[in-house]
Structure formats: C-alpha cells, structure tokens
C-alpha cells in the first residue's frame, strides 16, 4: 500500500483512467463509487444492509465472469488507505438511501453513466445523510468551486472549457487520491475485496 500523502500537489505515476480500463473490466462503461472514511467495513456493510449471508471474497475479474450479473443491488468493499475503505456500488443512484445512511463521516461520491449516458456526475460530497454540495476542481486555476475549502487540492487538476470524460475522471480519482491519501494503483486495483447482495426491498422505505 502507498505510505500517505503530505502534499495537496501530488500525482500519481500512471494515468488512473488508463488502469480503470486495464483493470476494471466493464467499469469503462459505467460505475459508481465511493471514498468512505472509515476503516470500520463491517459497521459499513452493516448499515448498508448487505446480505451477510451473500458475502464472497474476490477480485474485480472473478465478479466480473460470475454467472449472475452483480444483482439488482450490491457492494463491492475494501480498505483504501488508512482510515478510508473504497465501495464499488451497483444498482444505486447518486444519493441514494442506502449511501445516506453511512453515518457521521465523509462520503465522496462518483457517478459514471458511461459515455453513451449522461456522462459524469460532478464529484458530491456527503456528510450525516445530507449532500454536502461537490469538490468537482475547476474549470481553471483558482476558479470557482462549490466547497471552495478543497481548492488547495484542485492545483494542477483543472477541468479546462473542453470536457472529455476521460481525462476528467483520471482529474476526479486524482482529487480523491489527494484527499484521501492514496491513489488508485495496480495493487489497489487487482486486490481481493467483499462482495455484498443487498437483498430486494431493504430500502424501499
């Protein structure tokens, strides 16, 4: 695991977009995501209202080949540096029940509808159920953002006027290395996490 970050300037040595491919398998095409901090997964699991019983430890290629797709819900977790767990979420949208319920921490949220979709959403931050508002860097330097106190993060990380979303979620996955103290790397990538069913009905009301 990368030792933590003390610098809000620090880039990673391979383009984070360029390994989600590599990687990722169909997460080229569309995922959701979240930077949690909290190292504590089995409370998280917990109130996310996973399926204990459906728990499979795996990597993103076994659950890429498994038979039945990730299902209707599911979670895939796992550590991301210290005191920050990272979850692949499926079958959500952003701000969904099941997200505004993890509690009193930060909650970095990114959504991917695929090119051929919506594209991507701007980088939310949520907090005790509420949405915070989004850290998206901006369009230029010292530009304006929504959480402006995440602006040291953003240097060398603007958006510029032309979008092109995969540049800008290698920028996204940049902030949050930034933030978070570590960036999505090959052992980050190829690392065995715990898959979750989140079984039907558990949030609809």
């Known amino acids: 695991m990368q030792r933590m970050m003390n610098t809000e300037q620090a880039l990673p040595p391979e383009n984070q977009w360029d390994l989600l491919v590599e990687y990722g398998h169909w997460l080229e095409l569309g ?5 949690v901090e909290s190292d504590d997964q089995e409370e998280l699991a917990r109130l996310l209202r996973v399926d204990p019983g459906s728990r499979l430890e795996c990597d ?8 039945e797709s990730p299902g209707e ?14 979850i692949f979420v499926f079958g959500m949208y952003s701000f969904h029940p099941a997200i505004r319920n993890l509690g009193k921490r930060r909650v970095f949220e990114v959504y991917f509808a ?8 701007p980088l939310y931050l ?3 159920g509420e949405p915070l508002g989004d850290v998206t860097p901006p369009f230029e330097e010292g530009g304006n953002m929504y959480l402006s106190d995440y602006r040291p993060y953003t240097a060398g990380l603007e958006l510029g006027m032309k979008r092109n979303s995969k540049r800008d979620m290698h920028l996204f996955f ?5 933030i978070t103290g570590r960036f999505a ?4 990538w190829a690392a065995t996490r ?11 009301n």
């Open 174 to 178: 940049c902030m949050l290395g930034r």
């Open 31 to 35: 995922f959701h995501a979240l930077w």
């Open 60 to 67: 993103l290629e076994t659950l890429a080949g498994m038979d």
């Open 126 to 128: 949520n907090y005790d």
């Open 73 to 86: 819900k599911g979670v895939w977790m796992g550590p991301h540096a210290p005191g920050w767990t990272h």
């Open 114 to 121: 695929g090119e051929v979709g919506e594209g991507i959403e």
């Open 194 to 204: 715990t898959f979750y069913r989140i079984p039907d009905g558990s949030w609809e």
């Open 185 to 188: 790397d090959r052992e980050w």
